[in-house]
């Protein structure tokens, strides 16, 4: 059972566009929504973060917009540089004692100079 | 100085074959996990140690042992090597809260089961 689904799975977006990664989520007692950005031979290291009593987080050119009541949610990233090229997962938990991370499959994003 | 570090890098080993992963971390994390990403990218959880203690244990295999002898390492031991093994293992940090959950990733050991 795929408890995140992520879409798409590649985007190839221009040097100062926008990119959008789209995730959604079945289980209702998830309250924690991180995004991570993974280069190749590197380990996915956290972009950003969103709990969900907020419905918008920005940092920088990074923004999670999150839609409760559909149990959706994505991230956008504003004016995409090449140096954004890179594996981008969403993900799920509950915040209980396990913080048991359920990671979407993956986004692969190519920003062309 | 390297937060979350495994070794080795790269494992090339037979089937049939016993092979260990070390992961250390030096952020005096209370929380460390396993996971395993396959060719397709896809990044599924194996195991979660908290303090030492086991909380965390998927769907894997017995032939996969986790050993946590204190808060800062967290070993993978796999037994009787199999073809579908083949894989990049993921050692994670996290310090957790009811905030939040920031899990840091160490760089990877590239398994290859020939």
């Known amino acids: 059972q795929q408890q995140v689904k992520q879409s798409p799975q590649s985007l190839i977006v221009q040097k100062g566009g926008i990119s959008i990664i789209n995730c959604a989520y079945e289980?209702?007692?998830?309250?924690?929504f991180p995004w991570y950005q993974q280069f190749p031979g590197k380990g996915p290291a956290l972009l950003i973060a969103i709990r969900p009593d907020v419905s918008e987080k920005k940092e920088g050119r990074f923004t999670i917009s999150f839609n409760k009541s559909a149990k959706q949610f994505s991230l956008h990233i504003m004016d995409s540089q090449p140096g954004d090229s890179a594996t981008y997962f969403c993900a799920a938990a509950r915040m209980d004692s396990s913080y048991k991370l359920i990671f979407g499959s993956g986004t692969r994003l190519l920003v062309r100079p | 100085d390297t937060a979350v570090s495994q070794t080795p890098k790269y494992l090339v080993t037979q089937m049939g074959n016993d092979k260990s992963i070390k992961c250390e971390q030096n952020l005096g994390h209370d929380t460390m996990y396993w996971y395993k990403q396959d060719s397709k990218k896809f990044l599924k959880i194996m195991f979660s140690y908290n303090n030492k203690e086991l909380i965390i244990n998927e769907t894997v295999p017995n032939r996969f042992s986790p050993k946590s002898p204190d808060k800062a390492h967290l070993n993978l031991h796999i037994n009787s090597l199999e073809l579908g093994d083949s894989a990049v293992y993921f050692c994670?940090?996290?310090?957790?809260?009811?905030?939040?959950?920031?899990?840091?990733f160490g760089a990877g050991t590239r398994l290859s089961v020939l």
């Open positions: 994670a940090s996290s310090q957790n809260s009811l905030a939040k959950n920031i899990q840091y």
């Open positions: 289980n209702t007692a998830f309250d924690y």
